[in-house]
């Protein structure tokens, strides 16, 4: 019997070859066809998803994305530098921008079956070498769009590297695309803090899916690499230490809270929606944390479930704690192991859950045990 | 006398940066320059834009020209701002950026 607890399971296919690699004929075929059928809709690059309790693959559609290169203009999207199925070009920048679309259009196909930004395999456009000396990076709505820092200034005055980069970086822009065929969240004050931290939250897991990492053992840096060694800092925001990611005499400090009572209210930044984010980002981390393994597994299935099916674009703090508690409930069973985690990350940052009640009642898993031992039970090679 | 008073806010980092520029403290061939800048992008004549557009992580741009008798603001961001303010906002965002 299998087990119950989780829609997804992920595993890295090194993991599935060894199934496919051991047992009897039967099993090999088995684990041989699931990764034959994943590899027919993936590309070569990542891992593989299988869902233990459905014996189906959930992975959806290929990605199709075009690279455009703005020449340090400001005309969108620009000139087209690298398409679908091109091989690698001269342009560092322009490879950063399709491979990492690639990888975060991956998890969103692997992880929570997503076929793009729009979910109907909206093409993934980006555009790099946009404006002069422009540190930074944005979603116009349509598309992603990469500045390359300061490049124009002398190498000692610079302060940003090309935001390409940084592959979190563009799992975070990607994900505005996709709060904005969801939730679509007002990009002011907490909505837009909660905007953004869905971008970090998200864009993070990429870079972890990517590195294969566990939550225990991922730096939860968003921006790793944008700054140049001139800035004294590990990237431009931390989700594991909300205000500590940089400290730098020209920069100054982190000014990222990490609890509610910190919250800044500011006309600044559409009301500091990257300043306040801190709180939602690191309830997420305390909670990843708690739950243990594939922070994308677990308390990112929570998250995009509660994006896709129940935020609306007023959605405040309060409002997604609530609604993550409660989908905690729903896929794992009330008084879960996930649910307290995710309860946890939310008290930690200063937001009392309300329960509303709902979700299903727990049901025990024979030896409590996690996805590589359902999967092995699954093909016969664990009891 | 011509003040400008400029600010980029927002973006993926959310820092500001600013210039509260008293264009009497430049060297009068820089001040020329600067003045010719707002000239030609007929900058006092030009209407405030639509406020509702801003992308996620986009920057948010205001500039304010104060001369004698008159101060004008304009405030746009990266997904409306005006193609004719482009070379007055290189020349402010080089100032601003510069330590
Ligand atoms: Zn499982
Ligand atoms: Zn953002």
């Known amino acids: 019997m299998s087990h119950h607890h989780s ?85 560092v920048a322009v490879n950063e921008a399709y491979d990492g679309s690639g990888a975060t259009h991956d998890l969103y196909s692997v992880a929570f079956g997503r076929n793009s930004i729009d979910n109907h395999g909206m093409n993934l456009n980006s555009t790099v070498h946009y404006d002069k000396g422009y540190d930074n990076a944005f979603w116009d709505g349509q598309q992603m769009v990469y500045g390359d820092g300061d490049e124009d200034l002398p190498a000692s005055e610079r302060l940003f590297n090309r935001f390409t980069i940084s592959l979190d970086v563009i799992g975070h822009e990607l994900t505005h695309g996709v709060t904005q065929y969801e939730a679509n969240l007002v990009y002011k004050n907490q909505q837009g803090a909660l905007n953004e931290a869905i971008s970090d939250i998200f864009g993070s897991l990429v870079k972890q899916y990517q590195r294969d990492q566990t939550a225990d053992a991922a730096d939860w840096i968003i921006g790793e690499g944008l700054f140049t060694a001139n800035i004294n800092g590990a990237g431009i925001r931390s989700m594991k230490a909300p205000g500590t990611a ?53 308390a990112g299935q929570i998250w995009y479930k509660t994006l896709t099916e129940k935020l609306n674009s007023n959605s405040n703090f309060q409002n997604v704690a609530d609604l993550t508690f409660q989908t905690a ?55 | 006398m011509m003040r400008i008073i400029f600010e980029r806010s927002g973006g993926f980092m959310g820092r500001k940066v600013s210039l509260d520029l008293d264009l009497a403290t430049l060297p009068p061939d820089q001040a020329d320059a600067v003045k010719l800048l707002v000239a030609e992008s007929d900058f006092l004549n030009l209407t405030a834009l639509p406020t509702n557009v801003s992308a996620p992580d986009g920057f948010a741009y205001s500039i304010t020209v104060e001369t004698g008798t008159i101060q004008h603001t304009i405030q746009a961001s990266d997904a409306n701002f005006p193609q004719a303010l482009r070379p007055l906002l290189d020349d402010l965002l080089a100032r601003a950026r510069s330590r």
């Open chain 1, 246 to 298: 940089y400290n730098d005499p020209v920069l100054g400090k982190d000014p990222q809270p990490a609890h509610m009572k910190d919250y800044l209210t500011t006309g600044q930044d559409n009301g500091g929606v990257h300043i306040n984010s801190g709180i939602i980002n690191h309830a997420f981390y305390i909670s990843a944390i708690e739950i243990g393994g594939y922070a994308w597994a677990k």
């Open chain 1, 7 to 91: 829609i997804f399971c992920i595993l890295p296919p090194h993991m599935l070859d060894q199934v496919a690699q051991s047992g009897t004929t039967a099993q090999r075929d088995m684990a041989a066809r699931t990764l034959a059928a994943s590899r027919q809709i993936r590309d070569r690059r990542g891992s593989i998803t299988t869902s233990v309790m459905r014996g189906s693959i959930t992975a959806t559609g290929t990605a199709q994305r075009t690279v455009y290169d703005a020449k340090f203009g400001t005309n969108l999207p620009g000139s087209i530098a690298r398409k679908e199925g091109d091989a690698p070009v001269a342009d």
């Open chain 1, 329 to 383: 409930g729903e896929i794992f069973g009330v008084g879960s192991l996930e649910q307290i985690g995710v309860k946890t990350g939310w008290t930690e940052v200063g937001i009392a859950v309300v329960d509303s009640g709902g979700g299903i009642p727990p049901i025990p898993i024979p030896g409590g045990d996690g996805c590589l031992k359902g999967l092995l039970r699954s093909v016969g090679l664990a009891k």
